[in-house]
């Protein structure tokens, strides 16, 4: 387990894990850049974000889930192993949820990423 020095606690009282935070900014870094918006990795990101101006349809998220899916597992296969991605948008609101496994703890981890809205 990695240790922050300074020593720090995470929100439930115990050791912070800073890796964790790392892999958490990894995903949403893939999640919410888009292709082309890098110079040196024209191909880097999901193009998730296109998903809040496209129409709603069951193909379309499924698409959208099969593409993100993909971008995870092709720039972050040497930290994380995806398991799922649930996509949705309503109104101007992007909502993703990626469940994945740290290759370094095997515990499965679930994060929610909400993009856009009043929030």
Same mark, same amino acid.
């Given at each position: 387990?990695?240790?922050?020095?300074? &020593? /720090?606690? =995470?929100? #439930?009282?115990?050791?912070? =894990?800073?890796?964790?935070?790392? *892999?958490? /900014?990894?995903?949403?870094?893939? *999640? &919410?850049?888009?292709?082309?918006?890098?110079?040196?990795?024209?191909?880097?990101?999901?193009? *998730? *974000?296109?998903?809040? &101006?496209?129409?709603?349809?069951?193909? $379309?998220?499924?698409?959208?889930?099969? #593409?993100?899916?993909?971008?995870?597992?092709?720039?972050?296969?040497?930290? $994380?192993?995806? /398991?799922?991605?649930?996509?949705?948008?309503? =109104?101007?609101?992007?909502?993703?949820?990626?469940?994945?496994?740290?290759?370094? #703890?095997?515990?499965? /981890?679930?994060?929610? &990423?909400?993009?856009?809205?009043?929030?």
């Amino acid at each position: 387990m990695n240790v922050n020095f300074p &020593f /720090q606690f =995470d929100g #439930t009282g115990g050791t912070a =894990d800073p890796l964790a935070d790392y *892999l958490n /900014q990894l995903v949403e870094q893939v *999640l &919410f850049t888009s292709p082309g918006e890098r110079v040196n990795l024209p191909d880097f990101g999901s193009g *998730l *974000l296109q998903m809040v &101006f496209s129409p709603t349809s069951p193909e $379309i998220a499924a698409a959208t889930q099969f #593409t993100v899916q993909g971008a995870l597992q092709k720039w972050l296969s040497g930290q $994380i192993k995806v /398991q799922s991605v649930v996509a949705s948008s309503v =109104d101007s609101t992007l909502t993703v949820t990626v469940t994945y496994t740290p290759l370094n #703890t095997g515990v499965s /981890q679930v994060q929610t &990423f909400v993009y856009g809205g009043n929030g």
